[in-house]
């Protein structure tokens, strides 16, 4: 069965600093891979996602995810964070019968 | 105007009250779908939709019902609310297969 890990529950970084999130998941065939964010009150809002081709893509507000095969991995980075990159970010890979499947989620915390 | 809208944005109910949760989309997206959010659980699938005569179960349906009125408007009703029912909901939309999905801004009930 397809599923998603996002192993680090809480990420506290210091505003400027660099940002890995982590994300691995599982699936049988080539994945539809999706990050997304959530800001405090809001809805999910795409940052970006993988399909084919070049395995690193680039998103949103700086963002970028690198898909390793070998690795089952999707992981999201941001070379330099702002403070209003504060948020709750989620892995999701596309699954059969038209469903998404979410990871549980990460809580980004920046330091001025 | 948002693409995808819910209605109410807030709502405190006893328990037992029938509860309706309303998404409209100007998206034209064919696939619907109702998500409900708890703190650290990520996103659970409600239900799902992929045409007006096409209803299906997520993992988490029992207490829940759907109706789809047209392709643009997809409610969500709890018969008889209970407080583990209190939650973020979210409706989300997808115009085609192994593409991202679409949120609205959410619905937050609160079951006393």
């Known amino acids: 069965a397809q599923s998603v890990t996002q192993p680090d529950i809480h990420i506290t970084v210091s505003e400027g600093a660099s940002l890995e999130l982590r994300c691995n998941y599982s699936?049988?065939?080539?994945?539809?891979l999706f990050w997304y964010v959530q800001s405090p009150g809001q809805g999910l809002q795409l940052l970006l996602k993988?399909?084919?081709?070049?395995?690193l893509v680039q998103g949103i507000k700086g963002f970028e995810a690198e898909f390793k095969r070998s690795q089952s991995s999707f992981n999201l980075r941001k070379p330099s964070v702002h403070w209003s990159d504060a948020a709750e970010y989620f892995c999701?890979?596309?699954?059969?019968?038209?469903?998404?499947?979410f990871g549980k989620g990460t809580r980004l915390h920046i330091l001025p | 105007d948002a693409d995808v809208t819910q209605t109410p944005r807030n709502r405190i109910t006893k328990t037992g009250k029938r509860i309706m949760l309303e998404c409209s989309q100007t998206?034209?997206?064919?696939?619907m779908y109702w998500y409900r959010q708890d703190p650290g659980l990520g996103l659970r699938l409600i239900y799902y939709?992929?045409?007006?005569?096409?209803?299906n179960k997520g993992e988490i349906s029992d207490g829940y019902s759907v109706s789809r009125q047209a392709q643009a408007k997809f409610s969500l009703s709890l018969e008889s609310a209970i407080p583990n029912q209190t939650a973020l909901y979210f409706c989300?939309?997808?115009?085609?297969?192994?593409?991202?999905?679409?949120f609205g801004p959410g619905t937050r009930l609160t079951v006393l």
């Open positions: 993988y399909f084919s081709g070049d395995t």
């Open positions: 989300a939309t997808q115009g085609a297969s192994y593409n991202e999905q679409f």
């Open positions: 939709s992929f045409d007006v005569k096409d209803i």
């Open positions: 699936y049988g065939a080539t994945p539809y």
């Open positions: 998206k034209g997206h064919d696939r």
């Open positions: 999701a890979v596309g699954a059969t019968d038209d469903k998404i499947i």
